[in-house]
């Protein structure tokens, strides 16, 4: 696979071409080995937590260190994966292909935010072994525990502190990008609809990190100097750490789910043979939900709380951010009607986003009624709506990209029929494991607990099972992907038939990706054949 | 194909300068997460940051704000000196906004280690026997002067490496966005100390 851009000679050899490279490829791959790293540790640390609950009392772990297992599974998923997972692997790679770039707008900027990821990742793994040991503060390090608990908080706060600071330059380096570096020709609405997720999503990144930035800092700052902001024996509101932390990390899960939607809506027209229907809709649902999500973070805080005024805007703003959502699922079903649908592995991995979402949104619904969300607040319920969206959506969306754009990376195709299984173990794990958490939730089994009533092992023992299927489908998937990038065969500039941009340039790309900036004439869907 | 540096010699003017103000929104975030921490505390507890607000010294202030819109002048007369050319003018003009920004960092250390010599600093005895509104008005004042403060360095340095990059002739009256980057950040700096002037200074 020695070609493309693989072969660019820069000024450093060996593994420093690589990370101190600042081709937008390159940072891209950079993003998808750090991440694969972590997420490993991150998903071997939710298996774990499965095999504790197999059966109630202690299995294989007492009551502080599953604490500590919970929270750092949640700290790395969320903000070493899903978070950036997409932006920062898909966005850096495809997004200026997609626009006929040859470059992000801040090259050197882009390289520096991935060395701030990596220093962030590891500065939080590292708080695992110093200090008073592995937080236990789950991942919303809500105050005034976090700022109580001996274990070492502020170095993993500040870890994710770092890790923000990097999704900030990484979404206002891709608003300039699509601003300024799009091909003569490349309109606003010939632009793909994963870089209009991604546009909207940098948004979002740059518009609300900063505010978990500065409250990070407050917990640090709380923690050293004892300055009473959030901590009730001196007179501050935990409540308002509450609501700094939400207002943050609720667009945050739209950072997440975003440019998944966006991948879904690039694959369904290469795999149906059809132009998407209602690209101007998917377009503005997405600037419609990142301006929404960010008004609607009370929902998380109905039980700690608020007046009742707010707690009905609130609920009322989070009803309509399905609207968008729906607007998306319903021209994503047009636009399968009447294709020639070819099931790929990418398009298997979107339909099952579209299925599993829609499981997600809906159960979110419940959650977003006051009435009800007093019942299921805390629940197991709450664990499995967020997978659903979470896992179902964001990563199920991140697994089709990868089995979408893999041949363009790499240059190699991998055994359909082999990830075709993985696929199949990776859905019926990840319902297996899941689904039953919403029953057990609706019947009163909390979550973040280690140890259960009698009464929920039934499914907790069918949700461990689960869980061993879907981590051999994800470790099927990624030996299979391994493989191809040693002996797959040649995948050629354009093995799906995509008409964007990023398919008219070799695999892989050369190094300035375009010999010659590309004229663009036609919308990103019209397929030739 | 080779690496050659097509990329790396590519200038957008209009891209740089938006990618700074999109910066300058994050930090103005940043700080907006503070203010709103502010204006609820300020809600709650409005005895209190009177009684708080009244202890400052209105002087020191006045002068820190004195200096610091001076070296907004500076700052903007030295990028006006650099599009005309005036490359001395440039040099000396950055110079005053980095000493301007030294003489404010020089008050504030007088005034802080004036209040914590009195043994008013977070966590201190003496500040938690008052009641809540005055402790959380100078956890605040800390917090936000202190965040500012830093910025002020920061700024410092970042006008230094300016001033390097002049004197050598990296910045001159054809490439100078660089340079105008850097007063955007530092009218930045200099705006949200207006801001936190009357709201700990003034409003008593």
Redesign the interface.
């Known amino acids: 696979m020695k070609s493309g851009f693989y072969e660019?000679?820069?000024?450093h050899r060996g593994i420093l071409s690589w990370i101190l490279s600042?081709d937008h490829k390159r940072i891209g791959l950079l993003y998808l080995f750090t991440m694969l790293t972590f997420t490993t540790v991150g998903i071997s640390l939710g298996s774990l937590l499965r095999l504790e609950l197999i059966a109630p009392g202690e299995t294989i772990m007492a009551a502080g260190t599953y604490n500590a297992v919970f929270t750092l599974h949640g700290v790395i998923m969320i903000f070493l994966f899903v978070i950036p997972g997409l932006p920062a692997v898909f966005g850096n790679f495809c997004m200026p292909l997609q626009i006929g770039a040859?470059?992000v707008?801040?090259?050197r900027?882009n390289l520096f935010s991935w060395w701030l990821f990596v220093a962030g990742g590891i500065i939080a793994v590292m708080s695992l072994f110093t200090g008073g040991g592995p937080i236990d503060t789950g991942w919303t390090f809500y105050a005034p525990y976090s700022i109580k608990t001996g274990t070492n908080v502020t170095l993993a706060v500040f870890g994710v502190f770092l890790i923000g600071f990097s999704s900030?330059l990484t979404?206002?380096?891709f608003?300039?990008t699509i601003?300024?570096?799009r091909a003569p020709g490349m309109n606003w609405f010939r632009l793909p609809l994963f870089s209009w997720s991604i546009y909207s999503t940098a948004w979002i990144q740059?518009?609300a990190?900063?505010?978990i930035?500065?409250?990070l800092?407050?917990i640090m700052?709380e923690r050293y100097?004892?300055?009473?902001?959030f901590d009730p024996d001196?007179?501050?509101?935990p409540i308002?750490f509450q609501h700094?932390f939400w207002i943050y990390s609720h667009p945050a899960v739209y950072v997440m789910v975003l440019p998944a939607m966006g991948v879904v809506s690039d694959i369904i027209p290469v795999f149906a043979r059809r132009t998407i229907f209602g690209y101007k809709m998917i377009a503005f649902s997405s600037l419609a939900i990142a301006l929404l999500g960010s008004l609607v973070w009370g929902h998380h805080m109905y039980t700690s709380g608020m007046s009742d005024t707010a707690k009905v805007i609130f609920s009322l703003l989070t009803f309509l951010v399905a609207i968008p959502s729906a607007i998306k699922v319903f021209n994503w079903i047009s636009t399968l009607y009447k294709g020639s649908i070819t099931v790929g592995t990418p398009l298997l991995y979107v339909l099952s986003f579209i299925f599993l979402f829609a499981i997600g949104g809906l159960t979110g619904l419940v959650n977003s009624a006051l009435a009800t969300d007093i019942h299921i607040h805390d629940t197991q319920f709450v664990v499995a709506h967020f997978h659903y969206t979470m896992f179902g959506g964001t990563a199920f969306g991140f697994v089709g990209a990868l089995h979408f754009w893999f041949p363009k990376m790499f240059g190699k195709i991998y055994s359909e029929k082999i990830a075709k299984t993985a696929w199949a173990f990776i859905f019926v794990g990840f319902n297996t494991t899941f689904f039953p958490l919403f029953m057990l939730g609706m019947n009163g089994m909390p979550r973040r607990y280690y140890d259960y009533l009698p009464q929920f092992q039934t499914g907790n023992m069918i949700a461990t099972i689960g869980s061993w299927i879907l981590v051999s489908g994800v470790v099927l998937m990624v030996v299979n992907l391994y493989r191809a990038t040693q002996k797959g065969e040649e995948a050629g500039s354009n093995p799906w038939g995509g008409a964007s941009l990023e398919w008219h340039v070799p695999s892989p790309p050369?190094?300035?990706n375009f010999?010659e900036i590309p004229v663009v004439e036609t919308k990103p869907y019209e397929f030739k054949y | 194909m080779n690496n050659t540096s097509t990329i790396e010699s590519h200038k957008d003017y209009i891209g740089a300068k938006m990618g700074m103000w999109l910066f300058l929104f994050t930090e103005l975030l940043l700080f907006g997460g503070l203010f709103l921490i502010y204006a609820v505390y300020r809600y709650s507890y409005h005895g209190g940051f009177q009684a708080g607000s009244g202890e400052l010294s209105t002087i020191a202030g006045t002068v820190n704000t004195v200096i610091l819109i001076t070296s907004s002048l500076t700052m903007a007369v030295s990028i006006s000196a650099i599009q005309r050319g005036n490359r001395k003018l440039c040099l000396a003009m950055l110079l005053a906004t980095i000493l301007f920004a030294a003489a404010f960092m020089v008050n504030k250390y007088f005034e802080w280690g004036a209040k914590i010599h009195h043994g008013i600093y977070p966590g201190s005895p003496e500040l938690l026997s008052n009641d809540h509104g005055t402790v959380l008005f100078y956890g605040l004042y800390y917090v936000m002067t202190g965040l500012h403060g830093l910025h002020v360095l920061v700024g410092m340095v970042l006008l230094s490496i300016m001033f390097f990059l002049v004197y050598r002739g990296r910045i001159d009256s054809t490439d100078f966005v660089k340079l105008e980057n850097s007063g955007l950040y530092w009218h930045f700096v200099d705006l949200i100390w207006i801001f936190l002037f009357p709201l700990f200074y003034l409003i008593t």
């Open positions: 660019a000679k820069g000024k600042t040859r470059e707008a801040f090259p900027i900030i979404g206002l380096n608003i300039t601003h300024r570096l740059v518009l990190t900063p505010i930035g500065i409250t800092l407050l700052v100097f004892g300055i009473g902001v001196k007179g501050g509101d308002l700094l050369p190094h300035d010999d």
